[in-house]
């Protein structure tokens, strides 16, 4: 599943090709075709991301997208391909087309719905409005390992499986312990390594966590598989200390961490 920096990513770049422009709105699969006959000729007034959530605001109506874990955005030059069958929404600009496929969720959803979205999903590390006290408060509370808390949406919003066992390991933190016998520092530490990084994968489009003066190189140029501290990489010595860096599960998902350098 695309992980929050994937999402405000895609915003940004609707943003560039679709603000302010009028559009045509189709659903070639035939699942929105009510929904896109209604967006059909509005204007896009702005895309914004929350967390793992993409909702496009347009001139009289708004629509809340959700990749989940099969959806796919793809962006063509005009004139474009013929979408195919299994395009859920086509957004046709002058010069851009856009074609979603697969997403979870893609539907018109009025002012009260995008209220009780939001209202569930905690603050995001990418938005200039996000409250970071809310996730240190709610660290300090809960009996969850605080490689599960990573993943609860309603605590931190947009980190997913590579970013959270990536963060604990920069924190030095044992993605086992459970987050309420993490210091409020560290709490905030892992907030800041969020925001840090995130927005490092929003300039990249891919996550990249790893320290350049490790590798030698700028952030970006770093190859594939150099870029990651500890995410599926069991077995293998760990970048820092040499030790195996070990495998467990967490909230039913795997995640990876170095027993040296995130001692229980």
Not at 13 to 34: C, E, Y
Not at 103 to 115: G, L, Q, W
Not at 211 to 235: F, H, M, N, Q, S
Request: glycine share 8%; aromatic share 8%; with cysteine.
């Amino acid at each position: 599943m695309p992980e929050g920096h994937t999402i405000h990513r895609l915003a940004r770049d609707l943003n560039r090709d679709f603000r302010g422009v009028s559009l045509t709105t189709t659903s070639p699969q035939g699942r929105f075709d009510d929904g896109a006959y209604e967006l059909d000729g509005q204007k896009l007034v702005r895309a914004e991301a929350l967390g793992k959530h993409l909702f496009l605001n347009f001139s009289f109506a708004q629509v809340h997208i959700h990749l989940g874990l099969f959806g796919k955005f793809r962006r063509q030059k005009a004139p474009a391909d013929p979408p195919g069958e299994n395009k859920r929404l086509r957004l046709a600009g002058p010069e851009v087309v856009w074609d979603l496929s697969g997403p979870t969720v893609c539907a018109i959803i009025n002012p009260e719905e995008f209220d009780a979205i939001a209202k569930r999903i905690g603050p995001d590390p990418l938005r200039k409005d996000a409250d970071p006290t809310r996730f240190v408060a709610r660290a300090a509370k809960s009996p969850t390992p605080i490689g599960g808390l990573l993943l609860n949406q309603a605590a931190i919003a947009g980190v997913g499986n590579v970013y959270r066992a990536e963060f604990c390991f920069l924190a030095g933190v044992n993605p086992l312990t459970p987050a309420k016998k993490l210091a409020d520092e560290t709490a905030q530490q892992l907030w800041d390594l969020s925001v840090d990084h995130l927005t490092e994968g929003v300039r990249l489009n891919r996550i990249v966590t790893r320290d350049p003066d490790e590798v030698g190189v700028a952030r970006g140029r770093i190859k594939k598989g150099d870029r990651l501290y500890v995410y599926k990489r069991a077995g293998q010595p760990c970048r820092r200390c040499q030790t195996p860096i070990k495998r467990d599960e967490i909230a039913n998902r795997k995640i990876w961490f170095c027993p040296s350098c995130q001692p229980a």
